[in-house]
Nanobody, 133 residues
Framework: QVQLVESGGGSVQAGGSLTLSCVAS???????????MGWFRQAPGKEREGVVV????????YYADSVKGRFSISQDNAKKTVNLQMNSPKPEDTGMYYC???????????????????????WGQGTQVTVSS
């Protein structure tokens, strides 16, 4: 059973920086597994949306247009860890941030839409990010 533990989050002023971290446990033979893992967010009254995900073990990353050039993800497949570096956040980045991960896809191959939340079966509890102007 895969579990995700998030850390980081909190309040930050626009133009500052913030780091979120997520560690997954429960993948069998984690060094050889291949799964997508990353961050989604949900603002009040809005749908949950993909922010950035990484294809662990392959190295590819996928960013939402709204965060390109400001956010970056780092990944460690052996440790099943992803970190989200949020630089120059804006008030519209405020929301609950969730770490999410797919099952092992070493035999299933790449996703067509890596930022689509329906592909993710494992979710963290979420951490609040508030950006003030």
């Amino acid at each position: 059973q895969v579990q995700l533990v998030e850390s980081g989050g909190g309040s930050v002023q626009a133009g500052g920086s913030l780091t979120l971290s997520c560690v997954a446990s429960g993948y069998s033979n984690s060094r050889n597994s291949r799964n997508y893992m990353g961050w989604f967010r949900q603002a009040p009254g809005k749908e949950r949306e993909g922010v950035v995900v990484a294809y662990l073990g392959i190295g590819n990353t996928y960013y939402a247009d709204s965060v390109k050039g400001r956010f970056s993800i780092s990944q460690d497949n052996a440790k099943k860890t992803v970190n989200l570096q949020m630089n120059s956040p804006k008030p519209e980045d405020t929301g609950m941030y969730y770490c999410a991960a797919t099952p092992d896809r070493r035999y299933a191959g790449a996703l067509l839409r890596p930022l689509n939340k329906i592909e993710y079966t494992n979710w963290g509890q979420g951490t609040q990010v508030t950006v003030s102007s």
